[in-house]
């Protein structure tokens, strides 16, 4: 049903809540967890929308040992730069009463169908910890496709659910989608371990097209790519190494320390000080995130 410890991550998110609201909304809100779990549509819905008016949108303030508290309790999981009302909404829909599957998927699906921006961004980000997690992937899906910033970037950035449900070619387009609109591609939870052929492929088509245009490409793509560098994409990486922007050959760098491709080892054996430089944390993809976002 959950693929958490429930009442461990329910007692801390209540916890971190009760320090950023009043005590006059800690008792409206705990009164609108108890019509979520006896199904008062009604009254939760009211709730829902209603969330900003009595939370406000004061920043939540978490601490890092309270993040790696959390993530030992949600692996992956991530409140930090969140508004109150958007942790309160979340932790209102966990109140939902599992018991019957399809109630339980009715009620937080008819409120992604009415949702304004701000309820659609607590909506993504309850992916996690909604129950019944299978069954909310095509709706997940569904937020890859929007076209409103701060949605996209609940769905994309630091939310482990699209790395644990999404199939193959829904992953991919998430990645891809992320390239087209700017997201920090390092935000995004799974980015190496769910790396993989086709999505190298679809890639290097992307780079090409960007180069054919004359246009710049994010150099952290071939993070992507680094596994699967072989003869027919090899020559991608040794157009970076000639290039003018150190990111790019940096990257190039990189995708050659990451790949088991006897050309590009022979490259980086070649290149000891490069190498040396990798090793030492002197060139990382970290690192060229932060170029990229100057």
Not at 25 to 45: C, G, I, V, Y
Not at 265 to 281: A, F, Q
Request: glycine share 2%; aromatic share 10%; hydrophobic share 45%.
């Amino acid at each position: 049903m959950f693929v958490y410890d429930f009442d461990r991550l329910n007692d801390f998110l209540k916890r971190i809540l009760q320090k950023h609201i009043t005590p006059e909304t800690q008792t409206w809100l705990e009164d609108a967890a108890r019509a979520a779990a006896a199904h008062d549509m009604s009254k939760f819905n009211i709730a829902f929308v209603a969330m900003p008016r009595r939370t406000g949108k004061k920043l939540i303030e978490i601490s890092s040992a309270q993040q790696e508290d959390l993530r030992s309790r949600r692996k992956d999981f991530n409140i930090s730069g969140w508004t109150a009302d958007r942790l309160a909404r979340v932790w209102l829909l966990m109140q939902l009463n599992p018991a019957d599957k399809s109630r339980y998927h009715a009620a937080a699906e008819n409120l992604f169908l009415n949702a304004e921006m701000g309820e659609l961004v607590s909506l993504y980000s309850s992916l996690p910890v909604l129950a019944y997690p299978q069954s909310w992937a095509k709706r997940c899906a569904e937020g890859i496709r929007s076209n409103i910033g701060q949605v996209l970037e609940a769905v994309i950035c630091n939310n482990p659910f699209p790395s644990e449900q999404l199939d193959e070619a829904a992953w991919n387009q998430l990645i891809l989608k992320a390239i087209f609109t700017d997201k920090p591609l390092l935000d995004i939870v799974g980015l190496r371990e769910r790396r993989n052929v086709n999505l190298a492929k679809s890639l290097s088509d992307y780079a090409h097209e960007r180069w054919a245009a004359h246009r710049d490409l994010n150099p952290l793509v071939w993070l992507c790519v680094a596994p699967f560098i072989d003869d027919h994409n090899f020559s991608d990486i040794q157009r970076l190494f000639s290039s003018a922007d150190v990111r790019e050959r940096d990257a190039a760098a990189l995708v050659c320390y990451e790949s088991a491709y006897a050309p590009a080892k022979e490259w980086l054996s070649e290149n000891r000080e490069i190498r040396d430089e990798i090793e030492k944390g002197e060139i990382s993809w970290d690192k060229i995130a932060a170029k990229v976002s100057v």
